[in-house]
Each structure stands twice: as C-alpha cells, then as structure tokens.
C-alpha cells in the first residue's frame, strides 16, 4: 500500500489508512538507512499506520518528544512510548510530528530515527478531475454539434424551399 499512484488515490483513500513499512520490505529498521528521505517520499495521514520490521534483539522503537529526537539521549523524560516486539504497529493518531529512535546504543547517533509530519485527512470531495476528463470532451462536443445544427438548418429551409419551387 506505500506506493498509492494517481488513480490508486481515490481507492486508497476509501479503503482508509494507510500502512506504511518502515524503511519499505528491503529493509525494515535498521541501521544504515536514510530515514529523512524514506519518509520524504511518502505522505502521512492521520491514521495511517507505521510498521517497524527489526530484529527484536538488535533494535527497537522508542517514540520521543523532538529534542530527544535531536540529542539522541533516550531519558526518561523525553520517551513517549517504547516499543520492542520486532513487529510493531504504531497508529498516527494526531495531526502532528511524530519522532522515533533506535535506543540501542549508538544507533540513534548513527541515524537510527525517524521523523514524520502527520497531516490532518483531505476531503474525499475535494479531489480534483484530471485534465481531459469526461466532463470536458462532452462540453467540446456539444458546442461542436451546435455549430453543426447552425449551418444545417438553413441548409435544409433553402433546400426545402427550392424543392419547394420546383415542383409548382
Ligand atoms: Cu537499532
């Protein structure tokens, strides 16, 4: 479901959130990937959910207030919620930023974080028609059949009347 292309939108929009996997199937979380650009070439809607895939003894997931994000020291002050199962679904529930680490030591200061920008959910109305749509070549060709119906209906009174004359 990362990859929702133009016409998939509307249909992934319908089916609700999205579940976005961390780092996509290549990799998961772990160390050694640019998260800043994974997570720059995907939008997040409130509701839509994270998965981290990892090695449960390797890694984990601990969500962490922006300035702990930043320092990378993982005190109890500035972790919002640990997660560790290997296997966690983490639900973005607000229309905010969320910030996450690598509490393994180290691995935060090596780029082991993640942060995203929640927005709130778009208008299922407010998807524009594509350039071209149907609405579009229909309003063409009826203003192309009343051009048409302008130079014939003369055509057809002057045929008629000089049918008309003709047979007098
Ligand atoms: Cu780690």
């Known amino acids: 479901m990362a990859g929702c292309g133009w016409l998939l939108?509307?249909?992934?929009?319908?089916a609700g959130a999205v579940e976005h996997v961390v780092g996509d199937g290549d990799s998961g979380w772990d160390s050694g990937v640019n998260y800043a650009a994974w997570a720059r070439k995907r939008t997040f809607a409130v509701g839509d959910v994270l998965v981290f895939q990892y090695v449960s003894s390797q890694?984990?997931?601990?969500?962490?207030?922006?300035?702990?994000?930043?320092?990378?020291?993982?005190?109890?002050?500035?972790?919002l919620?640990?997660?560790?199962s290997g296997l966690d679904k983490v639900?973005?529930?607000?229309?905010?930023?969320?910030?996450?680490?690598?509490?393994?030591?180290?691995?935060?200061?090596?780029?082991?974080?993640l942060a995203v920008n929640v927005s709130a959910p778009s208008s299922p109305h407010a998807a524009p028609f594509p350039p071209g749509s149907p609405s579009a070549s229909t309003?063409?060709?009826?203003?192309?059949?009343?051009?048409?119906?302008?130079?014939?209906?003369?055509?057809t009174l002057a045929l008629l009347q000089f049918i008309n004359r003709a047979i007098r």
């Not at 939108?9 to 319908?14: M, T, V």
């Not at 639900?91 to 974080?113: N, T």
């Open 139 to 155: 309003a063409a060709s009826s203003t192309r059949s009343r051009a048409w119906s302008l130079t014939m209906v003369p055509l």
């Open 9 to 14: 939108l509307l249909l992934c929009g319908a």
């Open 91 to 113: 639900v973005l529930g607000e229309a905010r930023s969320y910030w996450f680490i690598c509490e393994f030591p180290g691995h935060c200061l090596g780029g082991m974080k």
């Open 81 to 84: 919620a640990k997660y560790t």
């Open 59 to 79: 890694h984990n997931v601990y969500e962490v207030s922006e300035s702990t994000y930043r320092s990378c020291d993982g005190n109890h002050k500035g972790v």
